[in-house]
């Protein structure tokens, strides 16, 4: 392939708002907590076939819990 069949462009790309990701903004934990709080979830058991709607702050301690319990068992 020639250098004449490559694309020039003096444009930079720019992130968008909705780009931004949530790990890297300077917000404190409290904020993004109040954050995620306000988004739900839905966690679902395959075993007994339900599901839980909840809130993102408690669906990430749950997920927190649960970590530390498999991390504890070296399972």
Do not use: P
Request: charged content about 30%; aromatic content about 10%; hydrophobic content about 35%.
């Amino acid at each position: 392939m020639s250098q004449s069949r490559f694309i020039r462009s003096d444009h930079k790309a720019a992130h968008g708002k909705k780009d931004i990701s949530i790990c890297i903004t300077r917000d404190s934990y409290r904020a993004k907590l109040e954050w995620i709080s306000k988004k739900h979830v839905v966690l679902w058991d395959v075993k007994h076939d339900r599901g839980w709607l909840v809130n993102g702050a408690s669906a990430l301690l749950h997920l927190v819990r649960a970590y530390l319990e498999y991390d504890e068992r070296g399972t």
